[in-house]
């Protein structure tokens, strides 16, 4: 087993001898400088395979930007909402915004870019009623109507970005410089663009990759007047306008969008909403757009005999890895935070590239790394959800990001680390070319489909809501379990019918969300489609919402097939007498703990005899199956993520797709663990997911049956008989 | 203090000699028969002050309903779903109903009355698709669209009175005859009503009262094939329907009415569905029938000497006692059955009649009167429901049903009855006449009014069910409180604004409802004119999901003036901060209890800072206040029945109408406590509404403080200084 390479590591000045233990320790094969630090001049004598260097295209040349303000980068925003009680109304245009972020743009367009709404109305106020006042700050409306609501849409300068914004307020940095992002569709930040990077590659003769951090755009991150975070969307185009950007649109497109096409009733086309058109042509235009000026960016790179990674992650906007022109920008690699399966799978599967790596928590920050804290832990946990991921889509490479003198001074930490990295190389030496054994394939069914990979239910990167942990649970459990994994379009679907490869479908979400479908589901195709499907043998798992739109008598329009409906108040008035959980199902086997399924959806009741209910309480049904035509539906209120609904789910895969007599191939009963198996390499894989000694039996790839104690956390490589 | 009057006593044959010591002991003046039991030959005997005898209109004439069946009553039925899997589908008509209550009526005009819907196109297919085989009972579609859902929506004959169905079923009847109803749009039917009654009539020269039960149409009650409900719909107009009541329709309102427009998509019109101009119109058009050919039956009974009391249940459709037309029948009085104070309210509010009548509960039936039973204490909660209600609004008399030899065999039983039966009347000796202290006037507004006074969320009477019972507490609060209540319609305000006396609003119900509003909300007028009227100085309370309807950036449309909104997905990528609670408010002074918000809705948040939020938990906002103006919103999750929730809501009320230094007038400090003043006698009644002992703080109507210890139950009289 190698115990070299794979692995990066981040250095910082003045702790050269030290790192170099390190990197014998964890066999680190490419060093790379953290934000907040500088790579080291004496970073060649650390003899690295490989030298990153961050690299800021649209930031950090603020005497550029200053010098340009009319290529400032811009974002439509829509002010507070106000209530005319006169027939006069008068607010401050950026009463709640963070005006050290942004600035009102009074000049661009005001005619067609400042636009009063009448919010009661949903309509536009003519501009004839509405009096900017710059020195003040205000807009007047004339003629209000008493007692409806108003906003004014306007553009706004960004002056900071928010990335630097962020590390810079929560790091109580002083005296450094803010730094105000310039825009790839201005002419002349296009040109110094180029010309800085021209520029800096001569300087860095010694950094063998450039790594991206990242291109031009932003995503959607607007702070608040009391410097907190007001309105985040790591998927969010918001900070892509300019006017050169609509002048182009309307040129490719054909017409023109208005400030309200941006705002979005004050939505901003965040990524629940099922999108609309012309949010789409725009997605498109900003990808195509910057995919070429990143090709272009990365070609020089290349010209300099350097490959280029991207970091998918803040200014990555239009950069879409699971876009249609990705492959035209021409990455080598491509580098993003992993806190979790899904995180893991979003990189690891994204193609086009050589290589992609997974930068792993925590962080070797003071938030893990305090006086009598273990940080070993947190990185145990982040191997243990990420490790099920790699073990179905490795990715290449894996390391750390912080201050590594930080990380030194926990023994276990970085002994712990030293695991992994050993552990994470194991797997790779073993996998890597084969294909997991994956009898399944699960098609998740959304308003996104491909472009969305991996990327469900995100508001800010990482974080987990109130409104998204039961949904996020589905895509984590699928992230390491032993079935292949697509994303499908409703657009594609209702077109062009399911793919021949898909044997399950499942649509999860909140009735109304892109990934519930809301009015998508108003579509004879879709759901004909799906039923005939469906009838010849498909399976549909349904989990929240599914396929929830008001129409004919049904609240989930698959209700048919699921054997479930919703009440949604307009049948109180049948009797409900369905009631009995079918006990000992094939689904619920595994079961041994009391059945979460987070903010679960309520009253939700069978309504054929036929529907299997598999948990019943509180008056409604959470959890069952039912069959239909030669395909069944299973119904699950919410999966949060855990050992047990990850093998919930599995089962109701199973039970949907109709194979559960090839349930025990490759299968260990205990939940908390999993078989990965490789045919084509006669190996297979016995994990254990948690943090504690489990028991379990298993089945190998011939479904013979075995016993086996594995240590916490254990990943035990065997022979596969065939 | 009067020991007789005002109570009707159930009696029965071969029972006479106990039945007098009951009479005695309950101060009954009035006799009646109970469902079941024929009114005794020697009834006279018992020298009541009135005899009262049941009286059925449209059913228990068999021979002339067999003889007349195209004069049998009917309804509109829609098939079960069925999703097409080929070009053709077949399905039995009846699928699912009870061919014992339900006959399909083939004849009835089946080009235009026969109709196959394809629910997943919302359309009507051809009748040349569609074959409908008497024999087999089936239809058969051609041409349908693989994987689409249809339904045949088709009359048919109730064979069978609901109520008798009912009676029958529950007490296993044997060897009884089933009534037919027949319809009293049927020329036939409608001579032999006149008739029967006549003759009747001078039959029964010793009754007093005729009580009917009831006219012409049974509310909505259909039968599935396991003999159970399957549908039910207390205020349903679904078995109010014939050939002649169309083409009476057709030619009063000038166009005609579809199957569609009665069976609605499976909904049946039922009161939680928004209701349609077409539901509205016909709802209108029977009424007025009904209200035609009830005065003229009712003439009869006044010519005849005799007074005429309508049964609020059973055959009532179209006798609306809120309704337009229900002076017009000219009753004397109507009786109706009593489980709380929302439906002793119902039956007590009711204008145009000299008197109401409330039978209580619990029925004299083996249920509740079983050996080792206390239906005492059933008795006695029922009457402290009651009490607070008839404090408030009384009703005229009180009684109870059933066997009376089976209650005569619980003397604890008799002995409370005995004690309610006195306490009533002299609750009644002292407030007839009075009005009691209600310095706020509340209006309920949802989008049926005054016509569903004290009748809203109701789908089978007197039933609390999961989707309800957090709407009916705001109801059953109002009904024992001191204040004045109105029902208001959401087009009566939108029209003509919010009436003068109005102190505060209530909007309570799920989003969608008639109760909430749904797209009434989606109305200009509505919002604005609250919006000023709230502004002005006006209260609003929203309770679980008000005023929601999802547009222009908002799902609560008064979100302003309520100072929260709700989650549903679109704005989880906004940061909430506001989570803090503002303790020592005004509208949680009297909380002791946790509280319980019942199936409180999800995700709601505080979008403002001048928003109190008085509970949070669970990461959402279930109690808040605001001001808007110069007046103020409430907004509550939910609200079951208990008294810390009443008292919630009274202190909300107060607070949303500014009249917070009012409240210590007439108020006890107990929650389970309450006051009722009745200036212009010069007293007040102190009320425990619990079974157990209370002490508490309490002020009199010049607001000066007292202590108090109340028994359990106990009602004390105390003179008012003025």
């Known amino acids: 087993m190698r115990k070299h390479g794979r692995f990066t590591i981040p250095i910082q000045a003045d702790f050269m001898e030290e790192t170099k233990e390190l990197i014998r320790r964890w066999g680190a094969d490419a060093v790379r400088n953290s ?9 060649q004598a650390l003899h690295p395979a490989k030298i990153y260097a961050a690299y800021f295209v649209a930031r950090g040349y603020n005497e550029f930007a200053r010098t340009h303000p009319a290529e400032r980068q811009r974002i439509f925003l829509m002010s507070a909402r106000h209530t005319a009680v006169g027939a006069q109304l008068s607010f401050p245009i950026m009463e709640g915004y963070f005006e050290s972020q942004l600035e009102p743009d009074y000049d661009w367009d005001p005619e067609h870019n400042w636009e009063v709404r009448d919010r009661t109305q949903g309509a536009s106020v003519s501009n004839e009623y ?19 609501v108003y906003t004014l849409s306007f553009p706004a300068f960004i002056n900071w970005d928010p990335t630097q914004m962020y590390n810079y307020i929560t790091n109580n940095w002083q005296g450094r410089e803010k730094d105000i992002p310039f825009d790839v569709h201005g002419e002349m930040s296009w040109a110094f663009m180029k010309t800085a990077l021209s520029h800096w590659l001569a300087q860095n003769p010694h950094v063998d990759v450039v790594r991206f951090t990242t291109f031009f755009y932003h995503f959607t991150l607007v702070y608040d007047k009391c410097r907190r975070e007001k309105y985040v969307d790591w998927l969010g185009y918001g900070g892509a306008v300019s006017p050169a950007a609509l002048v182009g649109f309307e040129k490719e497109y054909g017409y023109k969008l208005t400030p309200e096409d941006f705002v979005d009733e004050g939505y901003y086309n965040n990524s629940f909403r099922p999108p609309r058109k012309q949010y789409l042509d725009y997605m498109e235009y900003i990808q195509k757009y910057v995919s070429d000026r990143a090709a272009q960016l990365v070609e020089m790179v290349h010209q300099d005999g350097k490959e280029a990674m991207m970091f998918l992650g803040d200014n990555w906007i239009g950069a879409e890895p699971y876009g249609k022109y990705f492959a035209d920008i021409g990455l080598d690699a491509v580098v993003g935070s992993v806190n979790s399966g899904v995180t893991l799978r979003m990189i690891a599967d994204i193609p086009h590239v050589k290589y992609t790596e997974a930068r792993f928590l925590p962080y070797f920050f003071p938030d893990s790394f305090y006086p009598g804290g273990q940080p070993e832990i947190e990185a145990r946990e982040n191997w243990l959800a990420a490790r099920r991921a790699i073990l ?4 290449s490479r894996i390391g750390y990001g912080g201050y590594l003198s930080l990380a030194a001074e926990f023994p276990a930490f970085v002994k712990c680390v030293e695991e992994i990295a050993d552990e994470f190389r194991e797997i790779l030496d073993t996998i890597v070319g084969q294909s997991p054994y994956a009898p399944i394939t699960v098609g998740v069914l959304n308003c996104w489909g491909e472009l969305r990979s991996w990327q469900g239910y995100i508001a800010a990167h990482g974080m987990v809501y109130k409104q998204t942990y039961s949904y996020l649970g589905v895509l984590e459990a699928l992230s390491g379990m032993a079935v292949q994994v697509r994303f499908l379009r409703f657009s594609d679907v209702a077109e062009n019918g399911v793919p021949e490869d898909i044997d399950v479908i499942i649509n999860a979400g909140d009735a109304g969300t892109a990934f519930s479908g809301g009015a998508c589901w108003n579509n004879e195709a879709l759901l004909s489609g799906l039923r005939m499907w469906v009838w010849q043998g498909g399976g549909f798992i349904g989990i929240g919402e599914p396929s929830a739109y008001p129409s004919q008598g049904r609240y989930f329009q698959l209700s048919d097939v699921l054997g479930v409906e919703q009440e949604r108040g307009f049948t109180v008035n049948e009797d409900k007498y369905r009631t009995e959980v079918t006990e000992g199902h094939f689904i619920t086997a595994d079961v041994t703990e009391t059945l979460n399924f987070g903010e679960c959806k309520n009253n939700v009741y069978a309504i054929t005899d ?37 093998r919930l789910l599995l089962r109701s895969i199973y039970y949907a797709a109709g194979k559960e007599n090839q349930l025990h191939i490759f299968y260990a009963e205990n939940p908390c663990c999993e078989v990965h ?27 013979a049956e075995h016993m086996v104690q594995l240590a916490p956390g254990e990943l035990r490589w065997l022979e596969a008989k065939s």
């Open 130 to 148: 509405v009096h900017i006042d710059r020195n003040a700050g205000t807009v007047t409306i004339q003629k209000a109507v008493p007692g409806h």
């Open 677 to 703: 198996g490789y045919r084509s390499c006669g190996k297979y894989a016995l994990v254990n997911n948690s943090m504690e000694s489990c028991f379990t039996r298993f089945w190998d790839g011939i479904g």
């Open 35 to 43: 934000d907040g630090t500088e790579l080291a001049e004496s970073v």
């Open 392 to 395: 179905r889509s490795p990715v």
């Open 610 to 646: 036929d529907c299997e209910i598999l948990e019943y309480s509180n008056g409604e049904v959470h959890l069952s199956a039912h069959g239909y035509g030669r395909g069944r539906g299973v119904y699950i209120a919410g999966l949060p993520h855990s050992s047990q609904n990850t």
